[in-house]
């Protein structure tokens, strides 16, 4: 549970954010013409003055760490079985 909030997202996950491809490397596997179009994209949404990227915590721990080979889960069936 979160103590303090600035009303929108528990401090903890505010400041913990990914907001580098270097960062979100971290977690899942990126081919390098992912980091490229990624970073791409960033640059963009910068030159319009927008937030380029954040992912909190929670929502990192979603992420597969290998898009391309995802484990599933005990009970989750894949598309393709």
């Known amino acids: 549970m979160c103590q303090k909030s600035n009303?929108?997202?528990?401090?903890?996950?505010?400041?913990?954010?990914?907001?580098?491809?270097?960062?979100?490397?971290?977690?899942?596997?990126?081919?390098?013409?992912?980091?490229?179009?990624?970073?791409?994209t960033l640059e963009t949404l910068k030159s319009h003055g927008k937030e380029s990227l954040r992912i909190t915590p929670y929502y990192a721990t979603l992420m597969h760490s290998d898009q391309f080979h995802a484990k599933m889960w005990p009970g989750e069936k894949s598309k393709n079985a």
Do not use: F, P
């Not at 528990?10 to 954010?17: P, Q, V």
């Open 7 to 40: 009303g929108m997202m528990c401090i903890g996950e505010i400041t913990n954010t990914i907001r580098s491809v270097e960062n979100l490397k971290k977690v899942i596997a990126l081919t390098k013409y992912q980091e490229k179009e990624i970073e791409r």
